[in-house]
T-cell receptor
């Protein structure tokens, strides 16, 4: 079993829709949860991160973590064509001997928002 | 504001040839990484470095070597390229191991081995 599972999609939604992107993970050591956005032929860029269970909101984006079920979600409200990209979840352990660069990426979900 | 710069951006190699990918960062970051990205596989860590003069193996290190002689540079070498190494390679850097530190990625290097 991969440490991080993410449905690759593709996911296609109309402009204005609410988008839900999800990942599951198996490693209980993961304590820090990041979402990266990757536009076509570009490098990933950090979108959001959260440390604790619960919700974290940033504009139209909400990251949700449920550590008890090892489930990570990213919600996009009022989606725009400019949100069309691949979204990668990336949990990581923290603590002695770990490195924040040792990200365990999901495969990424390709999202298209059409006008 | 260069950030993380990778060269070359595109390269075609013949099987058995060698080459080096160069990563340079101008943010004085301690940590640097090389990832490869393949369809259906996501991003996988090849090697990483937690400081000048140090390197460590990641998830898929076989067939690659790295060096970190200067803090700002991280080189990825392919000694004898194989078609299985056809991929997109991303370099990344981060300030270190603190909560909230951002990992910055380069634009990618597209490598085809024929």
């Amino acid at each position: 079993q991969k440490e991080v599972e993410q449905d690759p999609g593709p996911l296609s939604v109309p402009e204005g829709a609410i988008v839900s992107l999800n990942c599951t993970y198996s490693n209980s050591a993961f304590q820090y949860f990041m979402w990266y956005r990757q536009y076509s032929r570009k490098g990933p860029e950090l979108l959001m991160y959260t440390y604790s269970s619960g919700n974290k909101e940033d504009g139209r984006f909400t990251a949700q973590v449920d550590k008890s079920s090892k489930y990570i979600s990213l919600f996009i409200r009022d989606s725009q064509p400019s949100d069309s990209a691949t979204y990668l979840c990336a949990p990581t352990p923290l603590g002695r001997g770990s490195t924040l660069g040792r990200l365990y990426f999901g495969r990424g979900t390709q999202l298209t928002v059409w006008p | 504001n260069a950030g993380v710069t990778q060269t070359p951006k595109f390269r075609v190699l013949k099987t058995g040839q060698s080459m080096t990918l160069l990563c340079a960062q101008d943010m004085n970051h301690e940590y640097m990484y090389w990832y490869r990205q393949d369809p259906g596989m996501g991003l996988r860590l090849i090697h990483y470095s937690v400081g000048e003069g140090t390197t460590a193996k990641g998830e898929v290190p076989d067939g690659y070597n790295v060096s970190r002689l200067k803090k700002q540079n991280f080189l990825l070498g392919l000694e004898s390229a194989a078609p299985s190494q056809t991929s997109v390679y991303f370099c990344a850097s981060s300030p270190g191991q603190r909560l909230g530190n951002t990992i910055y990625f380069g634009e990618g290097s597209w490598l085809t081995v024929v």
